[in-house]
């Protein structure tokens, strides 16, 4: 279960009550997201933390996402083939 990340503050907004984080994991996605600021007496680090994507980095594939390659050798006519064998392997519905 991924529970480490670093992050950085981009903005302070003490009329909201609020931080803008950046959330860096090394090899997924950065994400930018707002958070409440602390209440008094609890740690910075456990709002983050309740707050921190995990859901989104997900805990396999370090955040890769798969590519579909496509040779364009193939006459025009067989195109509409590809993008719908693309469509069948990513398993969009239409």
Partial sequence: MI???????????N???CVVVLFKKSGFPD?????PSPEPGK???????DYAPF?????????TVP???VALEAP?????????????LVGISR
Avoid: H, Q
Avoid at 31 to 35: D, I, K, P
Avoid at 43 to 49: F, K, Q, T
Avoid at 55 to 63: C, F, P, R
């Fill in 76 to 88: 025009p006519a067989a195109i509409p083939d590809v993008i719908e064998a693309a469509i069948k």
């Fill in 15 to 17: 009329v909201n009550n």
């Fill in 55 to 63: 859901s989104l980095w997900g805990e396999t594939n370090a955040g």
């Fill in 43 to 49: 740690d910075l680090y456990e709002v983050l933390r």
């Fill in 3 to 13: 529970t480490e990340f670093e992050y950085e503050i981009k903005v302070v907004d």
């Fill in 67 to 69: 590519s579909i390659e």
């Fill in 31 to 35: 994400f930018l997201c707002s958070v």
